[in-house]
């Protein structure tokens, strides 16, 4: 059986006496599959196969059905023990059943009663926020690119936690993120007294941040103090862009309620004036039939949301 490297031919040591013909066929073969694996970027590594007792995670599927979240599911022993756990998590193709890439830093599995997962997908299907929580705090917030060859991971939890430490040491919350073409939305409620004690004095805030896919860096990052009232009402919104069963309860109509709200609450007076006369004109230029309104709420609620991620 020819290997891989003699069929190149470089078990055999190539002259050094090129003179005026040039280099042998052999190294000219070489360095010519040796450019195109540098300028197509890819890596000739084989895929992974999928690995056993690994499952797809509920709720992570891709909008085209391709692509979903992977991870262990093992049975507890009558000790308590489960058997063969295995924290990985990886990013699957669910048609040709093989493993796409390992997701760094993951540390889901199940049953686990303490942390959960969600993924966030583009309509597209080329790009992923996995969200990883712990009780009341975020603990992963992890962005996947899916290429010809590779999957591209971001961590982008490090420029929200730095942004939370430098408003106060205590803060904690979830996040969540959504897709703005090319950019990443994040959004974070956050406060210092997370089991709600009466005789503490709490402090909440709310991180807006914006990470641009294509520039491969944040365009924004900022926090905002809030009041109990401001932080319900923004809490309204961010319930609405959470993945699973509890975000099919949001219509349209209410989504759109819910971030009219919200910025009416944290809004200036000056500016919520002039939103609600925009708002009013929109209302009046919208009609049947029922399915050109929807496309015109979701985009009345995609420019809304847009406001939230500026003063």
């Known amino acids: 059986m020819v290997s891989r490297r003699s069929s190149l031919g ?22 010519l599959l040796l450019v195109c694996f540098v300028v197509a970027g890819a890596s000739p590594v084989k895929a992974l196969e999928w690995p056993l007792k690994y499952e797809v995670e509920e709720g992570t599927v891709s909008p085209d059905g391709r692509f979903g979240i992977i991870v262990f599911h093992g049975e507890i022993s009558p000790d308590g023990e489960i058997e063969g756990l295995d924290e990985a998590n990886y990013l699957a193709d669910l048609k040709t059943r093989q493993v796409v890439g390992r997701i760094r830093g993951s540390s889901y599995f199940w049953p686990h009663n303490r942390v959960s997962l969600n993924a966030v997908w583009s309509p597209d299907s080329s790009r992923c926020v996995v969200l990883y929580h712990r009780r009341w705090w975020f603990e992963g917030i992890e962005l ?12 982008l939890r490090g420029e929200v936690r730095d942004s939370l430490l430098k ?11 959504h897709f703005d073409g090319c950019l990443v939305r994040i959004g974070c409620l956050a406060d210092d007294n ?67 709200q919200a910025l009416r ?6 500016r919520f004036s002039t939103l609600r006369s925009q708002q009013r004109a929109w209302l009046a230029s919208v009609g ?23 003063r």
Request: aromatic share 8%; with cysteine; hydrophobic share 35%.
């Open 10 to 31: 470089v078990h055999a040591r190539p002259s050094c006496d090129w003179n005026q013909s040039g280099p042998p066929q052999d190294v000219k073969a070489f360095a």
């Open 144 to 155: 996947l690119e899916i290429g010809p060859s590779r999957m591209k991971q971001t961590n």
């Open 167 to 177: 408003a106060g040491k205590d803060l904690e919350g979830g996040a969540v993120a």
């Open 194 to 260: 997370p089991k709600a004690f009466e005789d503490r004095e709490t402090h909440r805030v709310f991180f807006t941040g914006t990470y641009d896919c294509k520039a491969r860096g944040w365009l924004s990052a900022d926090v905002r103090p809030v009041t109990l009232s401001q932080f319900d009402a923004l809490l309204e919104v961010v319930s609405s862009w959470q993945t699973g069963p509890e975000e099919q309860s949001f219509t349209p109509d209410q989504r759109l309620n819910a971030v009219y």
């Open 265 to 270: 609450a944290i809004g200036p007076v000056r």
């Open 288 to 310: 049947p039939p029922e399915k050109r309104r929807r496309v015109q709420v979701e985009a009345r609620i995609a420019a809304l949301e847009r406001s939230l991620w500026t």
